[in-house]
């Protein structure tokens, strides 16, 4: 389905490419810096933070299917984007201002429901219109990681300028940053409401209007019982759940380093750095997706020399290497070289396990095997790894009253070299599957 405008060919890739910058800057500008926002600003316990974390992947597992059906049958994908960013734009917004922990779980969930069937209606769209998917969607699609990278360092330069207090000591530093964290919230409303009426300026994608077959779930789910997929799923949720103790704690234990650079020449490092991505943690942490950018430019190179297991077997590396920085050399240099390593545990290991689903799976099933371990990735994982990370890990970490990061990076540390031993052992080898 394409454009009814011929003309418009040549147009509509930088049309799909702001698309793109605004549904992920509305995302990059608050998910980084709600752990510390939550606990540091609301008083949450690390309990109810990590159910306000996990309540957006429950409804992140529902929404994409309902949408889907609302898009394959009955709304054209451009209006129910644009009803989908108003309403989130209006969530958002009340997440950042509501003070309980009963309407911060409610809200995250609605919000995952809302927000996260855009990321697969955006990408819809897109297929839809371009000229050539196969040349044209990547490019397109890294502007989603700028507009991440952009909305990140926006929030870090404003918590520098205007929440960071000269003269006092760091409590009082931190408890300003927490505070001022609530713009982001504001931020992402403001773009949802702009990426609403953007949507409606979109070409329109109307429905197929027909009744799709059901999901051919069972035949997948026979395919994935099959090597190599099965290890690759088994070790998607461990994966998973490292993941997200990045996304949950990074933020937090960046800010503090941060915070830390003083008035001495050897701070310089420090200054400079926070003068360009600001504080907060979040601004800092769009190393990670800059990283991402160049791994994913290399991966057409890489996977002509190396296997897919060795491909993944980097990326576990990578996710071990990283928490082993945060755990055991808590300077701003070695964070950096940590949080930089994103790209590889993303590419080489994220991006890759999508391109190990793909080759082994059958035509037929293939699409409903990407959206099973879509959800293991961004559903099952998220949830667990959300609760086991606050409730189990950050509850062990911090006995003492005050976070042992050492403790609490130690575990997916091992955790990752447990799952690269796994891969090692149990993924068939070979250049082919």
Not at 274 to 284: C, D, E, R, S, Y
Request: with cysteine; charged share 10%; glycine share 12%.
């Amino acid at each position: 389905m394409t454009d009814a405008n011929p003309g418009s060919a040549a147009s509509i890739k930088p049309r799909l490419s702001l698309m793109m910058f605004l549904q992920y800057a509305i995302w990059g500008s608050w998910l980084p810096i709600l752990y510390p926002f939550l606990l540091g600003h609301r008083g949450f316990t690390l309990d109810q933070t990590g159910w306000c974390l996990a309540a957006g992947a429950v409804g992140a597992i529902f929404g994409p299917v309902l949408a889907g059906q609302l898009a394959d049958r009955s709304i054209a994908t451009e209006k129910l984007l644009a009803f989908s960013h108003f309403v989130g734009a209006i969530l958002v917004w009340k997440l950042g201002s509501t003070t309980d922990f009963t309407g911060v779980l409610t809200l995250s969930a609605i919000y995952g429901l809302v927000y996260a069937p855009t990321l697969a209606l955006t990408n819809s769209l897109a297929f839809a219109h371009l000229p050539d998917r196969d040349r044209d969607f990547g490019p397109v699609r890294l502007w989603g990681t700028i507009g991440w990278i952009a909305a990140g360092i926006m929030v870090g330069q404003i918590l520098l300028r205007w929440h960071t207090p000269e003269g006092v000591d760091a409590d009082a530093v931190a408890k300003a940053q927490n505070a001022g964290r609530g713009v982001a919230f504001t931020i992402s409303a403001v773009l949802g409401v702009v990426m609403g009426f953007f949507c409606l300026t979109l070409p329109h994608t109307p429905p197929a209007g027909r009744k799709q077959d059901a999901s051919p779930i069972g035949a997948a789910l026979a395919e994935v019982k099959m090597q190599p997929l099965l290890t690759l799923f088994l070790i998607a949720v461990p994966v998973s759940m490292i993941h997200q103790f990045y996304f949950v704690f990074t933020s937090d234990f960046v800010s503090k380093i941060q915070n830390a650079a003083g008035s001495g020449a050897a701070d310089a490092f420090s200054r400079g750095v926070n003068q360009v991505f600001g504080v907060g943690g979040g601004g800092l942490m769009t190393i990670g997706q800059m990283t991402e950018i160049a791994v994913l430019g290399f991966i057409p190179a890489l996977a002509k020399s190396l296997s897919r297991k060795q491909l993944l077997a980097v990326g576990l590396a990578a996710y071990a290497g990283r928490m082993a920085l945060f755990a055991y050399a808590p300077s701003l240099f070695p964070v950096l070289l940590g949080v930089a390593l994103h790209g590889l545990c993303f590419g080489c290991f994220i991006f890759v396990a999508f391109m190990v689903v793909d080759e082994n799976t059958s035509s037929t099933v293939r699409a409903t095997a990407q959206n099973l371990f879509n959800l293991v990735i961004v559903g099952i994982g998220i949830i667990v790894g959300s609760w086991f990370a606050t409730g189990v890990v950050g509850k062990w970490a911090s006995a003492s009253g005050a976070m042992d990061h050492a403790k609490l990076f130690s575990v997916p540390m091992y955790m990752a070299l447990g799952c690269l031993a796994a891969l090692l052992v149990a993924y068939p080898s070979g250049r082919k599957s």
